[in-house]
């Protein structure tokens, strides 16, 4: 970078950062955005609620028209937007948007790296991918996209996310991670305290999508077992049996994303309620 380039970009971030500090002094109970209120509201009612995730690589401006009116009557509680190859905001951009018409649902970034920060929608998922083997999943990408959260007035929700099962996974190969072992629940459990004990107000399981296998409900009643913030478990998530049984183990929040994509709506339906009748 020449050198005049540095200095304005150093200034505009020195200007970004000093208005995040104003804002910070307001203290924790500001902290609670509309978004994660509503969501532990949502949790405190019904017991559990569910997510559904779209992946902008899948989609078409028009097949997302069709899915948010669907999404928007299933009883889903949000709609989250991200995938682990998507590479275009722009894409992404045109998504939220084009979903933000047609429903009232909040729609949550799940970002697989800074172009999955679109500024169409409500809140990011600003998430710490706790077991990849490469600092940039954990924290570096995080400070990097931080002037941007805040530039386009994203409210970030603070979660540890990782990832589990047997590398099978595109967000496992992507993120570098370390899966933890299916058969292994105790190492589960420890990154889920330590994900609290950092202050994350969240901690997601993750299988990946569209995989064979989720999370067992052992795993997911071990680590519910010993945190309080809520837990969420997505991937490989397919039937209104396995769903059932991952609520019943101690799972706050069920995300599915390939249902949306592959199945009926009255599907979907039935799923989303087999969540609530567990809860
Ligand atoms: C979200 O990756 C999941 O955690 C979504 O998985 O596409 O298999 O439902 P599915």
């Given at each position: 970078?020449?050198?005049?380039?540095?200095?304005?970009?150093?200034?505009?971030?020195?200007t970004?950062?000093r208005?995040?500090?104003?804002?910070?002094?307001?203290?924790?109970?500001?902290?609670?955005?509309?978004?994660?209120?509503?969501?532990?509201?949502?949790?405190?009612?019904?017991?559990?609620?569910?997510?559904?995730?779209?992946d902008p690589?899948?989609?078409?401006?028009?097949?997302?028209?069709?899915?948010?009116?669907?999404?928007?009557?299933?009883?889903?509680?949000?709609?989250?937007?991200?995938?682990?190859?998507?590479?275009?905001?722009?894409?992404?951009?045109?998504?939220?948007?084009?979903?933000?018409?047609?429903?009232?649902?909040p729609?949550?970034?799940?970002?697989?790296?800074?172009?999955?920060?679109?500024?169409?929608?409500?809140?990011?998922?600003?998430?710490?991918?706790?077991?990849?083997?490469?600092?940039?999943?954990?924290?570096?990408?995080?400070?990097?996209?931080?002037?941007?959260?805040?530039?386009?007035?994203?409210?970030?929700?603070?979660?540890?996310?990782?990832?589990?099962?047997?590398?099978?996974?595109?967000?496992a190969?992507?993120?570098?991670?370390?899966?933890?072992?299916?058969?292994?629940?105790?190492?589960?459990?420890?990154?889920?305290?330590?994900?609290?004990?950092?202050?994350?107000?969240?901690?997601?399981?993750?299988?990946?999508?569209?995989?064979?296998?989720?999370?067992?409900?052992?795993?997911?009643?071990?680590?519910?077992?010993?945190?309080?913030?809520?837990?969420?478990?997505?991937?490989?998530?397919?039937?209104?049996?396995m769903?059932?049984?991952?609520?019943?183990?101690?799972?706050?929040?069920?995300?599915?994303?390939?249902?949306?994509?592959?199945?009926?709506?009255?599907?979907?339906?039935?799923?989303?309620?087999?969540?609530?009748?567990?809860?």
């Amino acid at each position: 970078m020449c050198s005049r380039t540095h200095v304005l970009a150093e200034a505009l971030l020195i200007t970004i950062l000093r208005s995040e500090c104003t804002a910070a002094q307001g203290g924790l109970s500001d902290m609670l955005g509309r978004v994660e209120q509503y969501l532990i509201d949502s949790i405190n009612e019904q017991g559990a609620i569910h997510l559904t995730l779209l992946d902008p690589e899948k989609v078409t401006r028009s097949s997302a028209r069709t899915l948010a009116k669907a999404i928007d009557k299933s009883g889903s509680a949000g709609i989250m937007v991200g995938g682990s190859t998507a590479v275009s905001v722009y894409h992404t951009d045109e998504v939220v948007s084009t979903i933000k018409k047609l429903t009232k649902l909040p729609v949550i970034i799940f970002p697989n790296d800074l172009v999955g920060v679109s500024r169409e929608a409500d809140a990011i998922f600003f998430m710490s991918l706790m077991n990849s083997m490469n600092p940039y999943y954990i924290t570096h990408a995080q400070a990097l996209a931080a002037p941007l959260v805040k530039r386009y007035g994203l409210e970030p929700i603070p979660m540890g996310y990782v990832i589990v099962g047997d590398r099978g996974a595109a967000a496992a190969f992507v993120g570098q991670v370390n899966p933890i072992p299916f058969e292994k629940p105790s190492l589960a459990v420890i990154y889920g305290m330590a994900a609290q004990f950092m202050g994350k107000r969240f901690f997601y399981l993750e299988a990946g999508s569209g995989v064979e296998r989720p999370v067992s409900p052992e795993m997911v009643a071990a680590v519910s077992g010993h945190i309080e913030i809520p837990l969420i478990v997505g991937g490989g998530i397919r039937s209104p049996k396995m769903a059932e049984q991952i609520v019943r183990a101690g799972a706050r929040i069920i995300v599915t994303g390939t249902l949306a994509e592959k199945a009926s709506p009255e599907f979907l339906r039935r799923v989303i309620r087999s969540i609530k009748k567990a809860a």
